[in-house]
């Protein structure tokens, strides 16, 4: 067998476009095969949100940056609900391929790490995109939020949907149990969602937990979808977008570097 070549001159070409669709037709047929785990159970969840949020506090509420409570609210759910998704769908793909130890037959074929990356991220995006849209239906039809700025509430859901997948990679790649994966959502990915702005505006909050806040990237994320949906937010939706960026740009590099280098993926 001749030496490995390098990445441009692998037998599929220096872009594996078919290797590329076939991961990440396999990443998004996964969630849309039980779609009623991973489309109808996140719109039922926040739905059980809006509704519980809207009974015990939306009667008593004033209105927050100008708008009634619930529509606040509204935003803030959407968000958390599809970062949640998005997480699940890449961490649950690689953490059973790892605990099954077919892992192999994903890393064999000619893909480059940065084709990895992609293909996954396809699933993460897609099953966010779908999410969200379920959810703005949902909130649209039943409280009446509106789409006053398309354009960076897409944005913004695409930007979450990247970097809680690529989170999602690291954090299956790094976990080599699911009691790992576990305490990684419990500890780290649920307190960073819900304490960002989710259920409340930050202007609420102490000096240090309303600076500690703007040290979360979920808090933009959140923050920017407001923007999108409502056209309020406690900060500007640019700084928003150059903050996700970075934190996207910084996980994504560390899942291509882990990719390359295959750690705590091979024997």
Known sequence: MADTAEMGERRFGRWNAMGLYTLAEREVKRFLAVWTQTLLAPLITAGLFLTVFALAIGPTRGEVMGVPFVVFLAPGILMMTVIQNAFANTSSSIMISKVQGNIVDTLMPPLSPLELVIGYMAGAVGRGLFVACAIWVLVAVTVGVGLPHPFWALTFVIL????????????????????????ITNFIITPLSFLSGTFYSIETLPPAMYWLTHLNPVFY???????????HSDSSPWLGLLVCLFSTGLVLALCWYWFRKGYRLKA
Do not use: H, N, T
């Open 221 to 231: 994320l959140i923050d920017g979808v407001r923007y999108g949906l409502i056209g």
């Open 160 to 183: 979450g949907s990247a970097f809680l997948g690529g989170l999602g990679v690291v954090a299956a790649i790094f976990s080599s149990k699911f009691d790992q994966m576990a305490a």
